[in-house]
């Protein structure tokens, strides 16, 4: 059986309440529907403070510090805006863990990316790490399939006993 995004966001959500951690989000792509999901769980209050919906990039720019130039080299659809939306919303929220999501929900391409293309980071305390996903379906699969993959990304790096792999540019 597949996973199920209300049950990774609690999973996640337990996982981080055992560690004393707080939960945030800078989404894009997903539009606040990651958010949703999270606050869907009972008791999430205790550990999710918010999240960001940077939708245009003058968002991931001001109130996250994704850097211009960084954005203008490479666009939004990268992995270094990636990383750098998930540290801006750790530092903006004050959270321990960041969730970012960032990519091409359809129906068409963007910025020279095909539709389906989304990047993911997750940012702790010991750094970040992102994962690429090529994802099929309509716009709302895309972003249910981006939530989905946020929040096991979010347990594999939050939940592990090392971080996982950390992402060096951010």
Same mark, same amino acid.
Request: cysteine-free; charged content about 10%; aromatic content about 0%.
């Given at each position: 059986m597949a996973a199920e995004p209300h049950t990774e966001a609690e999973r996640l959500? @337990?996982?981080l309440a055992g560690r004393g951690w707080s939960l945030g989000t800078a989404?894009?792509?997903?539009g606040g529907l990651l958010a949703a999901t999270v606050v869907? @769980?009972?008791g999430a209050s205790r550990v999710f403070?918010?999240?960001v919906v940077a939708y245009d990039r003058r968002v991931k720019i001001d109130l996250l510090g994704v850097p211009a130039d960084l954005v203008e080299r490479v666009g939004t659809v990268d992995e270094a805006v990636a990383a750098r939306l998930a540290s801006g919303a750790r530092r903006v929220l004050g959270v321990d863990v960041a969730l970012a999501t960032t990519g091409v929900a359809g129906p068409g391409p963007s910025e020279g990316h095909p539709a389906g293309t989304v990047w993911l980071a997750c940012a702790t305390p010991t750094g970040v790490s992102t994962r690429l996903l090529a994802l099929t379906g309509d716009r709302p699969q895309v972003r249910?399939?981006?939530v989905l993959a946020s929040l096991v990304l979010g347990c594999e790096v939050a939940l592990s006993a090392d971080g996982g792999p950390m992402y060096g540019g951010a």
């Open positions: 959500l @337990v996982g989404e894009s792509l997903t869907a @769980v009972p403070h918010g999240s249910s399939d981006a």
